[in-house]
């Protein structure tokens, strides 16, 4: 069986989107929606969304082969995921379906990435843990009440964890600003890490 490990750091949309990311927010405020943040804090928040944030970079380990961090132009990036995605059985990550690879298929989208899987292959059907392990929803049993985080469940397990570097995805585009791209990608392949780590105890592999 081939597992695919994964995790993706993001960014807020980039200069070229601020206008029409301009004309939604000013839409939502003409039209007397509740705003409780400024442009700027809108903008910022975009990298949690695949229409207008950016895939910095995806790390991906097969099986028990170590990870590796695919950067660069961000449909690159794409293209190479889904060329090692193919033949994939069983895709894994926390909190995948509602981040990760949701986010994965709407730049793909956008960017005219034609996946190797399409939707219909790879279901997005919840509460079920195949082609899809989601180490988060597997460990609350789907219970929308304790999405617990990757750090907490690693030290529960007694597992290493990837924030112990000093990293983590609040920090993302701050070090990118500052250029210490090597730090994320580093960060990016830990998660993979501590993710097999995590699936292998809780498939009692370990």
Known sequence: MKKLFLDIETLPA??????????????????????????????????????????????????????????????????????IAEDTNLFIGHNIFDFDLKFIFQRSIILKVKPSRNSKDLSFARYRNYPIYDIMYEWSKWSMQNKIALDTLAKALGVKSSKDGGVDGSKVHQYFKEGRTQEIYDYCNADVETTRDIFKRMTFED
């Open 14 to 83: 980039d200069e070229s989107k601020l206008g029409v990311l301009k004309e939604i927010y000013d839409y939502k405020v003409s039209k007397g929606k509740k705003v409780e943040e400024s442009f700027e804090e809108y903008a910022e928040k975009t990298n949690f969304d695949g229409a207008f944030g950016r895939i910095l970079c995806i790390s991906v380990a097969v099986n028990d082969e170590p990870p590796q961090c695919l950067s660069g132009d961000e449909a690159d990036i794409l293209r190479e995921f889904w060329d």
